[in-house]
């Protein structure tokens, strides 16, 4: 082996002649001149040395290569990571993703299709394109927030929600103007905050199902679906007592209006299956259900 102090470069083999060294006699290798200070297997070979100081490729014997040589004098074969193509060759699709034995592998969830973004919607168009084209609205606003839609929708949700219910409304009604004017204010503000902590609530979800998509957009698009899917029910509760049965079965039917479109805005903006979608929107949905829902539809 090379550094052993014994080997004279024709390998530990006394058919070569090789004797132990004598006591006394100075170590080393006997071809390599004056030592140089280095480990010996960094000792260039000495000119003259048998088989130019390489040895060959014969058991017993080292081979030094010069740098950036081949050690070897066939066809250079890259890595085989073990997906069906060489290291370094691997393939992708035309949106980018590597492609593994004839599948395209996507970020999260194992959609069908990666996502066509594009600039962001007006306020009007995104509103429409949330109930008339959903997944492709969804797919264009994933990085993108909608912060002034969804503060401007909550708030007006939330004033008017003071005169959807019965209570409230007698409250408001025969009440001096300060007091109507908190109420209202109040109710806005209130239905804002908690619009906002539920569809946080619903974007914590789905990262923990292994959703990969921003927070501004989940937050502020799954507030805009809350309380604009429960319009129908608010403007028919104007006008109608909150028990009336087209008041309630419009209520039933936004709700789950609410809850098809939830489940794919998160499906869509995370990479989520169905399954994880719903589970990830199934507290906001849940709270809905009880906090506004039920008290009027009870």
């Given at each position: 082996?090379?550094?052993?102090?014994?080997?004279?470069?024709?390998?530990?083999?006394?058919?070569?002649?090789?004797?132990?060294?004598?006591?006394?006699?100075?170590?080393?290798?006997?071809?390599?001149?004056?030592?140089?200070?280095?480990?010996?297997?960094?000792?260039?070979?000495?000119?003259?040395?048998?088989?130019?100081?390489?040895?060959?490729?014969?058991?017993?014997?080292?081979?030094?290569?010069?740098?950036?040589?081949?050690?070897?004098?066939?066809?250079?074969?890259?890595?085989?990571?073990?997906?069906?193509?060489?290291?370094?060759?691997?393939?992708?699709?035309?949106?980018?993703?590597?492609?593994?034995?004839?599948?395209?592998?996507?970020?999260?969830?194992?959609?069908?299709?990666?996502?066509?973004?594009?600039?962001?919607?007006?306020?009007?168009?995104?509103?429409?394109?949330?109930?008339?084209?959903?997944?492709?609205?969804?797919?264009?606003?994933?990085?993108?927030?909608?912060?002034?839609?969804?503060?401007?929708?909550?708030?007006?949700?939330?004033?008017?929600?003071?005169?959807?219910?019965?209570?409230?409304?007698?409250?408001?009604?025969?009440?001096?103007?300060?007091?109507?004017?908190?109420?209202?204010?109040?109710?806005?503000?209130?239905?804002?905050?908690?619009?906002?902590?539920?569809?946080?609530?619903?974007?914590?979800?789905?990262?923990?199902?292994?959703?990969?998509?921003?927070?501004?957009?989940?937050?502020?698009?799954?507030?805009?679906?809350?309380?604009?899917?429960?319009?129908?029910?608010?403007?028919?509760?104007?006008?109608?007592?909150?028990?009336?049965?087209?008041?309630?079965?419009?209520?039933?039917?936004?709700?789950?209006?609410?809850?098809?479109?939830?489940?794919?805005?998160?499906?869509?903006?995370?990479?989520?299956?169905?399954?994880?979608?719903?589970?990830?929107?199934a507290v906001q949905l849940i709270a809905l259900l009880v906090l506004?829902?039920?008290?009027?539809?009870?």
């Open positions: 082996m090379a550094g052993n102090r014994h080997d004279d470069g024709r390998g530990a083999d006394p058919r070569h002649g090789w004797t132990a060294p004598q006591p006394g006699t100075p170590q080393g290798d006997p071809y390599r001149g004056a030592p140089t200070g280095g480990p010996e297997y960094f000792t260039a070979p000495t000119p003259g040395y048998p088989g130019d100081g390489y040895g060959g490729d014969q058991p017993g014997h080292t081979r030094a290569f010069a740098v950036g040589e081949q050690p070897y004098d066939g066809p250079y074969e890259p890595y085989d990571a073990g997906y069906g193509e060489p290291y370094g060759q691997q393939q992708y699709d035309q949106g980018g993703y590597p492609v593994e034995d004839n599948v395209a592998v996507y970020r999260a969830g194992g959609q069908a299709a990666p996502h066509l973004g594009g600039p962001r919607l007006p306020w009007r168009e995104l509103l429409a394109g949330i109930y008339r084209r959903p997944s492709a609205t969804f797919d264009r606003m994933r990085d993108h927030q909608v912060w002034l839609p969804a503060l401007t929708v909550s708030l007006l949700y939330g004033a008017l929600a003071v005169f959807a219910l019965d209570s409230t409304y007698d409250q408001v009604v025969h009440s001096t103007f300060a007091v109507a004017l908190w109420a209202i204010g109040g109710a806005a503000v209130g239905f804002t905050v908690a619009g906002g902590i539920l569809s946080a609530v619903t974007y914590a979800l789905a990262r923990q199902f292994g959703g990969d998509g921003p927070w501004q957009s989940t937050v502020g698009l799954s507030v805009l679906v809350s309380w604009t899917t429960d319009a129908p029910r608010l403007l028919l509760a104007l006008f109608l007592p909150e028990h009336n049965m087209v008041v309630q079965a419009v209520g039933w039917a936004t709700w789950v209006g609410c809850a098809a479109l939830l489940t794919i805005l998160v499906r869509r903006i995370h990479d989520l299956p169905w399954g994880k979608a719903a589970g990830a929107a506004i829902k039920l008290p009027t539809l009870g």
